[in-house]
């Protein structure tokens, strides 16, 4: 496991966190004077919506604060070697390398067998239940 001292941490906070911002809001820190190694990502997940009558509070930061001094692999966090990134763009998104994939899409045409196939099931019953009146 690698030392705390040794990252530099960027922390992902859902949208709907600051009112106002209009964007995403990620929290990047660094140590001065120490070349960027690797990169510990967390991402926040308070639980609840957050936003004007539902603020951030000490409690939805102590996970991310206990979690620092270790900066562990887990559901919601993970480490990107500095090795690893583009020398081009050194692009810092943030993508849960520990999240479940997404499901794929269905395509248009697969939704609109599947809504016509619906429709004549339901013409059927409609059909069966005029017959029974």
């Avoid at 106002?20 to 997940?45: H, M, N, S």
């Amino acid at each position: 496991m690698l030392e705390a001292a040794e990252l530099h941490t960027i922390l992902d906070y859902p949208r709907g966190t600051f009112q106002g911002a209009g964007v995403k809001t990620v929290v990047l820190f660094f140590e001065k004077g120490a070349p960027t190694r690797d990169i510990w990502f967390y991402q926040l997940d308070p639980g609840r919506s957050m936003g004007k009558t539902n603020p951030l509070n000490d409690d939805d930061l102590a996970e991310f604060v206990e979690l620092q001094r270790t900066c562990p692999n887990g559901p919601k966090s993970w480490i990107v070697h500095r090795a690893d990134l583009d020398d081009d763009t050194y692009d810092l998104s943030v993508k849960n390398l520990n999240a479940p994939e997404a499901e794929a899409l269905r395509s248009p045409e697969e939704i609109i067998a599947d809504m016509l196939a619906r429709d004549a099931e339901t013409a059927d019953i409609l059909e069966n239940i005029r017959w029974m009146l």
